[in-house]
């Protein structure tokens, strides 16, 4: 999860960490609250999380430990992205907690 956290933040992205043990209704209220662009988790989570048609979003589930090829690193860029490109200043978050 931590590779997934510095992704999220070297990408520009705010992070909204969930705790799988929380109840659902809590953990439905927070994904509708933050609306989140991607759902990042793992395998062994997931099942413990609700699924986006639950909370009435639809957004797309990415599991860090998915893709054991390979294939999903060759496609990311070698780069870091330009903070100014992306619009981002000191006053985007960097993290959401509940």
Do not use: C, F, W
Request: charge should be negative; glycine fraction near 10%; aromatic fraction near 6%.
């Amino acid at each position: 999860m931590i590779v997934g956290l510095l992704g999220i933040l070297k990408a520009g992205g705010a992070y909204v960490p969930l705790d799988p043990s929380y109840p659902q209704e809590r953990l439905v209220y927070m994904l509708q609250d933050s609306a989140p662009v991607v759902l990042l988790t793992q395998t062994g989570t997931q099942e413990r999380l609700p699924a986006a048609a639950e909370a009435g979003l639809a957004i797309p589930v990415l599991l860090l430990d998915g893709e054991e090829d390979g294939a999903a690193m060759a496609r990311q860029a070698s780069h870091n992205p330009d903070p100014a490109q992306l619009g981002l200043t000191a006053r985007h978050l960097a993290y959401v907690i509940y």
